[in-house]
């Protein structure tokens, strides 16, 4: 089968008004699958606090730097969104129609762009004013309560489970989703209202069902999934490192015992009584070998177990070595474009955007007036200027 190295986004324009978090992910993501996105940027710089040329977040993106406080920015802005298929803000509700680029305002222009809206809180609701967390979100959803030791708190999983699978992916779905409808005969734009704590509490419909059904206890580590198994958790090895047990299955189960060599006399893991006992016995056994020991020993087998990677040593793995799920581009080791397409592979094409340094190059290319630096900003001539 032919393949294209454009991606299956080729074609789609994207105006991504500048923000951290959520947004920015969720415009990457629609750029590594080959959309066009333009980064809008605010004089000052708006983002991580990092090097720009390391922002992993703004690869496959060009930036501009406008002014949205100025009459001539909004103008700007509404300029690129009439020739946009997609636009993405995360603003505090109101703040984006307070600066004259709101929803009104761009479909006013554009009545087919699909205008996708991120935020924590939602556009409505009694907390959506007010500032707020990855979290805040997943608390308030019950999915942070979830997490952790039963005789300790919650334990906080970075801001992954929030802000980029409840926040970025959720707003990808919808504007993937809207973008289909408005591309339909007589189809329109519209606004996405992604909220985190709605993809949060979307993500938690199968533990609802299992906790409607008696499946599920109300309360961590007294469950099958969150560690209340002793087969399905983590453990510590002799040289302070850990391994990851998910031997659920009883043929899997049995594969883990004996190779983990559990002795005869060790508990059944049908008897939950005796689960705290069984789960001694198998934390004894794995501190009396290394983590890399006890990775040739799990190597290649059924037990589902797994060594606990760091992130600078999960890239070396041999499994995503071989599948290339890391890459190097830029000068920067970062996860590859996902998910994998077999015609229209996404790419990695731009290194991370460099604040105002495609001005020129996206009013050419977008067939929008020149987008004019801000006063008493001179347009960046070169990488290394932008960089600064």
Known sequence: MAQSADGPLAGVRVVEL???GPGPFAAMLLADLGADVVRVDRPGGAGLGIDPA?????RNKRSVVVDLKRPEGVEQVLALAGRADVLIEGYRPGVAERLGVGPGACLARNPRLVYGRMTGWGQQGPLAHTAGHDIGYIALTG???????????????????GDYAGGSLYLVIGVLAALRHARTEGGAGQVVDAAIVDGTAHLTAMIHGMLAAGGWQDRRGANLLDGGAPFYGVYETADGGYMAVGALEPRFYAEFVRLLGLGDDAPG????????????????RFRTRTRQEWTAVFQDSDACVAPVLSLREAPAHPHL?????????????QPAPAPRFSATPGTLRRPPARPGADTDEVARDWDVPALAAPDGARRPTTPEEAAR
């Open 54 to 58: 390391r922002d992993v977040t703004n």
């Open 321 to 333: 070595s071989a599948r290339g799920t890391f890459t190097e581009h830029a000068g920067l080791t």
């Open 18 to 20: 500048a923000g951290i």
């Open 269 to 284: 893991r049908d008897d939950l009584a005796a689960w705290d006992e069984l789960r001694a016995a198998i934390a004894a």
């Open 143 to 161: 999915a942070l309560g979830m997490i952790g030791p039963p005789d300790g708190p919650p334990a906080v999983p970075a801001n992954l489970l």
